[in-house]
C-alpha cells in the first residue's frame, strides 16, 4: 500500500524531514512486528521554543542584533543580475528552468583538500566560488547572498519537529587586489559572523531596514546559496 503525507512548510523544515521519517519506521516496526518502542524524549514544543523566543528576542539583546545587522548592510547594493527579459516585470515571478550538473569524485577531493589546508569549511570554499562569478557577471564588488540556517542552537530542539529555519543575509566584498587565499579566508570570516548573529528573524530584519517595497523583486537579496547535507534515513 501506499501512504500520502502532505506536510505545510510553515510547521515543517528540511530538518524536520528525517526526524520524521524515522519516528515512522519506528512507529510502524513496532506496530508490524510488535517490537519495542524507542524514540528520543522530547522535553518540550514547539510552543514552548516560540514562547522562549519571543522572550529572549528582546530588550539589550534584541537591540545588539539589530544593530549588527544594520550596520552590516549600511548602503548596500542590490545585485542586477542581467534578466532573462528586457524589462523587468511588475511582480516578481519564479517561471524559469533548473539546470543540472555534478562534480566528479576527483574534483570534489580536490575541493575539500584544499578547504582543509585554508583550515575553512568546503561551503565557504563553493560559497568564495559563488560569489566571484556573480561579481564577473553583474560587474560589481559588492554582493548580496541569502542562505538558510537552520537556527537549531539550543540542543533541546535537534529532535523536534517544527519550521526553525532562518534566513541569513551575507556582503561578501570582492577585492580584486586581494590575493585568492585572502578573499576565501575573508569570505569564510563573513560566513563566521554571520552564524554568530543568525538569532535575528529574517522578516525582522527587512521591517528593520525599512526596505522599499518593490514586488518585482526580493527584499535585501536576489539570489541564494546552499549545500544539502544528503541523510541517509535507515
Known sequence: FYVGILLHHICFDGWSYPIFIRDLQAIYEHNKSNCSLSLPSIDIQYKDYSVWQREYLKDNKLSKLIEYWKNKLHEFENLNLKPDYDLRPVNYDYSGSDI???????????????????????????????????????????????????????????????????????????????????????????????????????????????????????????????????????
Open 100 to 234: 543540472f550538473f555534478e562534480l566528479n569524485e576527483q574534483t570534489t577531493a580536490c575541493l575539500k583538500k584544499y578547504a582543509s589546508k585554508l583550515n575553512i569549511s568546503l561551503y565557504s570554499l563553493l560559497l568564495s566560488a559563488f560569489s566571484l562569478t556573480l561579481s564577473n557577471f553583474t560587474y560589481q564588488n559588492d554582493i548580496i547572498i541569502g542562505t538558510p540556517v537552520s537556527n537549531r542552537i539550543q540542543h533541546e530542539i535537534e529532535n523536534l519537529i517544527g519550521f526553525f529555519i532562518n534566513m541569513l543575509v551575507l556582503r561578501i566584498k570582492v577585492e580584486r587586489c586581494n590575493k585568492l587565499e585572502e578573499y576565501i579566508k575573508t569570505v569564510s570570516e563573513e560566513v563566521i559572523n554571520s552564524q554568530i548573529n543568525q538569532e535575528l528573524p529574517f522578516e525582522r530584519l527587512v521591517k528593520e531596514m525599512t526596505i522599499e517595497k518593490d514586488t518585482s523583486k526580493n527584499p535585501i537579496f536576489q539570489v541564494a546559496f546552499l549545500i544539502e547535507n544528503q541523510l541517509n534515513n535507515k
